[in-house]
């Protein structure tokens, strides 16, 4: 099927069950997990989802580990730290902002040079706070760029506190920042540094970026910006299935204008299909190799940001469940808890559940879990019982530290007895 053109066409029906289908083999929960997984299987795993959103919260573990533990079930993390952070001629990963702050495949550097290019020139808003302190601190960030280049890699503690002290006493602006750490993030957005390791309690470590990427990733051609977007924009689709334009912007937090021109010139060399999905308000677009199984058989407990839900309009559209993350939310006000996973059973969301691990203790700690509307215990409780001891082992905790109130925690209690 193809489309020379976004109007005036009859647009090809998608029922609401199909495009949940879509979407979860998309994300590759279509498939089982497999028996045993290796570098390789990580890498065919991040290259499916284009990308792993990183983030400070530790809860459970770091978010970036999540997302492969749903897919590929009990993995080593240390081939995932290999790939991110491990010696240059074994990395596949790097890290820069995408859908916020990411882990991405190292072949898709050059995708991202135009986004650098624009930072480094301070092509956009006039506001943003990294360009304001670029204007008002040249010369401080290129003294930080020397000391990089003398010393090699540096965290903006080691200017801070160590015995350079070019940044010490000195405090930013913004976000409790100080003026190195606005340097360094300003020198990493505009990709002349990137990170050559994480330290401590997750520290981001800098390096210029020719000395921590392959010379064979550097030396790659850079794409025109159309050409990048285009192609983040397939990339976007095919991790998602079927998406609006809204979606599909979002994945790669592309801009409104970029992104409306990019899908009108994919449309037109029929690379993507419009359709109309059953109870979606806006118009959507399907890949065109995007997967139609009649049935998906998941088990996944998913972390609040995987790509398969951290769209919350998304997710409420595709599974009408109702998520918000409650971290910030005061404890009086929190409907299910602080750190909470939705879990995934068949191709619905089904419970969610409030996880801690306490690695003092060895426990993996369910302080709630939620049964949704409608579903059955006797459905849920087995299999999520199941997918929280395989987590508890994925994680090196030695048992599980159940809720006692709420159907699922008194079936387990029975189940126990009996």
Partial sequence: MRYSSDEGMKRQKVSASAARRIALAAQGFA?????????????RAIDRLGLLQIDSVNVLTRAHYLPLFSRLGNYDSDHLDGLAWGRKSK????????????LLPLSNHPLW????ARAAADDGDGKNKLHVFRREKAKYIDEVRRQLADRGPLAASDLDSGPLGIGKGKTGPWWGWSDAKFAMEWLFFAGVVTTATRR????RVYDLTERVLPASI??????????AQRELLRISARALGVATATDLRDYFRLGVADTKARLAELIEAGELLPVTVEGWKNPAYLDPAARQPRKVEAR???APFDPLIWERDRTHRIFDFFYRIEIYTPIAKRKHGYYVLPFLLGDRLVARVDLKANR????LLVHAAHLEEGVAVKDVAGPLREELRLMADWLGLEGLSLPRAGPLAQAWQRK???
């Fill in 31 to 43: 498939t089982p997990r497999p028996p045993a997984t290796h570098t390789g299987s990580l890498k």
């Fill in 91 to 102: 990395r596949g990963l790097f890290e820069f902002w995408a859908h916020e702050a990411s």
């Fill in 113 to 116: 040079r135009w986004r650098m």
């Fill in 200 to 203: 401590g309690a997750f520290e």
């Fill in 218 to 227: 550097l030396s790659l051609p850079t794409p025109s910006a159309e050409e």
């Fill in 300 to 302: 996944a407990l998913l």
């Fill in 360 to 363: 003092a203790n060895g426990r």
């Fill in 416 to 418: 126990q007895r009996g």
